[in-house]
């Protein structure tokens, strides 16, 4: 039996282009800063990649920083100096409960620094708590200039709510949170790493001043990624890696430019797909859903009621271990992941479920399945056999409801 791939939302497969992309561009030896000819090509691809990044989410190329992925794109994100000098000590950072760990740790703002934005039951941010915080506390901004509101930052807020969790698929109300933020005068940072290639144009879409973006969620190559600035009125006055200059003094370090090529190229292939696929992907997740609650009604699908990424499914059913079933399904040639692995590859209780007021009991028990452009019917057919057989041995045992 061909291995079934459903974990998309960890890593998607390289796009063939895109390996044929980078395959050539290794053959362009160089340094991009040098400012011989061989230099000038290598700088000409990164230039080119940048252009096809910044079209496929609604950017201009100078406001696009590559990275080595979305965790450094997230870590050159959250930093006081994107205000200036004289209000970084009073500067505050929130960050959702929800975040990717690469966020929750805050980076370069003190631990006092740091509140974190609870979420409802459903999953979704507490849009209401934050109006509170940022609109209503004694300390709100008394005058706001509406017209434009980004230009004119009248407190040193950073808001960084991700566009949607990379563990449930919900979808956050991103363009609702970009309002209350730039009412208080603040910024708001976005991790778009799980809807780069779902939803078109991220930049204006979500309304945020920076976002962050990786390449091999969309076919592209791991290690690069890119934060991207909404316009020239958002300022990294300290870069986090500091060095030659590269990335216009924003991101130092001589640039992986085959990666960065191929990410370039991944953006191209799917922004010309994206539309057409996402339709189909959504209607296999559904059939994986009917498939999964006719085997086991007491299956809890996460955020079946909230706006959700069409390519992912999270369920539990009480008491089935997800470490069992992630073992079990390796076994037969199926590879996915628990709703609550952690880097080190070990399961943990998922702080976003934690988040979400799941008992541990359940949380314990979740997978996340993820589908992408190579998902078919036959994978979802396969996954639900044999999800139905170890099912249905482990209730035999007493081993899941
Ligand atoms: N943010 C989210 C929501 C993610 O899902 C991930 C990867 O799993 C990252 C950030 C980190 O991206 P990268 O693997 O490119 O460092």
Known sequence: MER????????APLLEPVKAAMIEAFDVFGNGSSVHSQGRKVHGRIETAREQVAKMVGARGQDVIFTSGGTE??????TPSLFPKDLQSQARLYVSAIEHPSILNGMRFEKDQITVIPVTREGVVDVEWLRNELLNSEDAPEELNKNEPHKKHIKPILVSVMAANN???????????????????????????????????LLPMTNADLISVSAHKIGGPQGVGALILRDASVVLREPHVAGGGQELKRRGGTENMAGIVGFGVACEVVNDTQAAEQGRI???RDQLEVGLLDISPDAVVFGKDVQRLGNVCCFAVPGFSAETQVIQLDLMNISLSSGSACSSGKVDHSHVLKAMAVKETISHAALRVSLGPQSSLDDVNGFLKAWESIYTRAKKRGHAA
Do not use: F, R, W
């Open 4 to 11: 079934i791939y459903l974990d998309y939302n960890a890593s």
């Open 73 to 78: 794109a997230n870590n050159l994100a959250l």
């Open 167 to 201: 563990e449930t698929g919900i979808i956050q109300p991103i363009t609702e949170i970009s309002e209350i933020v730039h009412e208080a005068g603040g910024l708001l940072h976005s991790d778009c790493v799980q809807v780069l290639g779902k939803m078109p144009l």
């Open 282 to 284: 959504k209607d296999l």
